[in-house]
T-cell receptor
Framework: GQQVMQIPQYQHVQEGEDFTTYCNSSTTLSNIQWYKQRPGGHPVFLIQLVKSGEVKKQKRLTFQFGEAKKNSSLHITATQTTDVGTYFCAFGSGGYQKVTFGTGTKLQVIP | SAVISQKPSRDICQRGTSLTIQCQVDSQVTMMFWYRQQPGQSLTLIATANQGSEATYESGFVIDKFPISRPNLTFSTLTVSNMSPEDSSIYLC??????????FGPGTRLTVL
């Protein structure tokens, strides 16, 4: 079945530095979603992108969906310790929107 | 948004036994989803539970191992049967909003000895 790979797997950044995680699919996706999972917590929905080339911003977070709808990125500007967690991209498919999760990028922010 | 609760929040079980996990939603939903998250890994969909019909299982998951009930539009259970240490994971239920986003319960952390 369809899979999405994320890079990097892990990232350590100094507080205040920027961070980017990339999500890549071998097939065209109808949509891309992003979730954040804090340590010990459950995934929390951040955003959904559906249009080719779409860019959305949430405060310091910028989400992009590639022109070919095969890749996506999440960029965090000036990281804070509250950004610590694992970021997953995911995509919906099927009539009932089954959601398949990417491999995830674990972010550590060093104060 | 939906508020989801799960019971138990965690459990330690002996191999060969079974555990039933409950998921309660504060509103009526058509579909409920069950995921497994092995330590340090991503989430893998186990099955989709539609009220009034048999659950639909993903490749690699079978009903004998993970029987699911969906007696009404706000409740579902997942049983992990004949457990082995490889079943040690976090089990999460989720529901879908009208905008396709998934809302997750807090998860059940299972350790099998």
């Amino acid at each position: 079945g369809q899979q999405v790979m994320q890079i990097p797997q892990y990232q350590h950044v100094q507080e205040g530095e920027d961070f980017t995680t990339y999500c890549n699919s071998s097939t065209t996706l109808s949509n891309i979603q992003w979730y954040k999972q804090r340590p010990g917590g459950h995934p929390v929905f951040l955003i959904q992108l559906v249009k080719s080339g779409e860019v959305k911003k949430q405060k310091r977070l910028t989400f992009q969906f590639g022109e070919a709808k095969k890749n996506s990125s999440l960029h965090i500007t000036a990281t804070q310790t509250t950004d610590v967690g694992t970021y997953f991209c995911a995509f919906g498919s099927g009539g009932y929107q089954k959601v398949t999760f990417g491999t995830g990028t674990k972010l550590q922010v060093i104060p | 948004s939906a508020v989801i609760s799960q019971k138990p929040s965690r459990d330690i079980c002996q191999r060969g036994t079974s555990l039933t996990i409950q998921c309660q939603v504060d509103s009526q939903v058509t579909m409920m989803f069950w995921y497994r998250q092995q330590p340090g890994q991503s989430l893998t969909l186990i099955a989709t539970a539609n009220q009034g019909s048999e659950a639909t299982y993903e490749s690699g998951f079978v009903i004998d191992k993970f029987p699911i009930s969906r007696p009404n539009l706000t409740f579902s259970t997942l049983t992990v049967s004949n457990m082995s240490p490889e079943d040690s994971s976090i089990y999460l239920c989720s529901v879908e909003s009208s905008y396709n986003e998934q809302f997750f319960g807090p998860g059940t952390r299972l350790t099998v000895l």
